[in-house]
């Protein structure tokens, strides 16, 4: 079976901009990992300034051989760019497909990992990691698969991980490392409702089930939350502590330069899920689980000064008594 016609069980969706002094680590961190499954990464590049594109085509000519595109013009669901598709030198189960945009779809508004959609639709399982963060487990995928195929109620596994500075550095960043205290497996709706998101995209391997929901596909944000939300209202999460991860913490993250668009998204995000959970759509729950959620939501409302939000719940608690 050649590169182009196999089916992939896990895809790797890899959004980057401007990373040109990291992306080169990420990249590793693909190619490392050891698989009995062939895997596809998906390389979305919005047109970087800094010479990324650059660094991502003599990375593939160092490391990978093209496919020829005949067998794969499927694969074009937009008419620019054309997806270029690479297969490891000397790991087989790596698969690279590579798109160098040549317009930013940030600031138009678009999300340039629409282009991922058709290789997400071939495999049991997406992972993700932007072009600034790595994974340094050569097992990550194979462990997380194995987990996810032992697990049926479980729709998401993520893991451990380390906080990391521009050059690699160990760095104390205390409000993330203490989303490891909250990670945990099982039902983890609740906490998610108590607490907000603590789960660290680059450590997540989700069912493709997910990005199909309806809850996921009327979410008004698609970002990293809202996928976690609604893969809460499916089912289980299995929680790995073993490290298999560095998130880079740099100055032009998110989670520093646009902190408080951010913390609104995020809020948009959770009033969302909160709305669907108080109209009954969501997983199966007896009362006394559903009584829970409610008064999580109520009490978040409230320290967040929430006051739509603390009436709705209010109305919705009065309607179950």
């Known amino acids: 079976m050649t590169p182009e016609t196999r089916n992939y069980k896990v895809c790797v969706r890899c959004a980057t901009f401007n990373h040109a002094s990291y992306i080169t680590a990420a990249m590793d961190g693909f190619c490392i990992q050891q698989t009995d499954f062939p895997f596809i990464c998906v390389i979305i590049d919005d047109a970087s300034k800094d010479g990324e594109q650059q660094v991502i085509e003599q990375y593939l000519h160092e490391n990978f051989s093209l496919i020829p595109s005949s067998a794969h013009q499927?694969?074009?669901?937009?008419?620019?760019?054309?997806?270029?598709?690479?297969?490891?030198?000397?790991?087989?189960?790596?698969?690279?497909?590579?798109?160098?945009?040549?317009?930013?779809?940030?600031?138009?508004?678009?999300?340039?990992?629409?282009?991922?959609?058709?290789?997400?639709?071939?495999?049991?399982?997406?992972?993700?990691?932007?072009?600034?963060?790595?994974?340094?487990?050569?097992?990550?995928?194979?462990?997380?698969?194995?987990?996810?195929?032992?697990?049926p109620q479980a729709v998401m596994v993520y893991t451990g991980y380390k906080c990391v500075g521009p050059n690699g550095e160990p760095v104390n960043r205390p409000r993330v490392e203490a989303f490891l205290q909250l990670s945990h497996s099982g039902d983890n709706l609740p906490t998610l409702l108590g607490y907000g998101n603590y789960v660290m995209t680059l450590t997540t391997m989700y069912r493709r089930e997910v990005w199909q929901t309806e809850a996921y596909k009327n979410c008004p944000l698609k970002l990293d939350f809202g996928l976690t939300m609604a893969a809460a209202l499916m089912g289980d999460f299995v929680w790995m502590p073993e490290v298999t991860a560095c998130y880079r913490s740099l100055d032009s993250g998110m989670l520093k330069s646009g902190l408080q668009k951010g913390l609104l998204q995020v809020q948009e995000i959770y009033r969302?899920?909160?709305?669907?959970?108080?109209?009954?759509?969501?997983?199966?729950?007896?009362?006394?689980?559903?009584?829970?959620?409610?008064m999580l939501i109520l009490k978040r409302a409230k320290r967040k000064h929430d006051k739509q939000l603390r009436n709705e719940t209010l109305k919705s608690i009065w309607k179950q008594l």
Request: negative net charge; aromatic residues 14%; proline residues 7%.
């Open 74 to 151: 499927d694969a074009r669901q937009f008419e620019n760019p054309s997806p270029a598709l690479f297969q490891h030198k000397t790991n087989p189960n790596c698969n690279f497909v590579v798109y160098l945009l040549e317009e930013n779809h940030y600031s138009q508004g678009k999300s340039p990992l629409i282009y991922a959609n058709h290789w997400m639709e071939q495999a049991d399982y997406v992972a993700q990691c932007e072009g600034d963060d790595y994974w340094t487990d050569p097992h990550k995928l194979q462990c997380q698969a194995d987990a996810l195929d032992a697990t």
């Open 272 to 294: 969302y899920y909160a709305r669907l959970i108080l109209s009954g759509q969501c997983k199966p729950l007896p009362f006394s689980q559903r009584f829970k959620l409610l």
